[in-house]
């Protein structure tokens, strides 16, 4: 079966950092590219990163850059997460998913998804 298990939120202060961590299973991890999406309340889920697991490129839209950063353990088959200086307007339940085509910010058409992680920047 497939998996992708997000883990790793919580409550944090403005400021501070997480790290979100999804471990793949069922699936060739690295014929993936694995993104990370935010989904606020009465918001639409837009991602905040892409990693295309076979090369390692990766790929974070303006809103983030600069402060998320994502990377994969192929050894693990597990992607990570790197979230710095939050802000409460961070604060949204965050998924993985792995797309067999390509990277893009956009939910649609992504062949997998974990169950979400919540994370809350309190300011």
Known sequence: DVQLQASGGGLVQAG???RLSCAASGFTFDA??????????GKERRGVSCIRV???STYVPDSVKGRFTTSSDNAKNTVYLQMNSLKPEDTAV???AA????????AFGWNYWGQGTQVTVSS
């Open 99 to 106: 797309s067999r085509t390509r990277c893009t910010y956009n």
């Open 94 to 96: 965050y998924y993985c």
């Open 16 to 18: 501070g950092s997480l």
């Open 32 to 41: 993936y590219a694995i993104g990370w999406f935010r989904q606020a309340p």
């Open 54 to 56: 076979a090369d390692g």
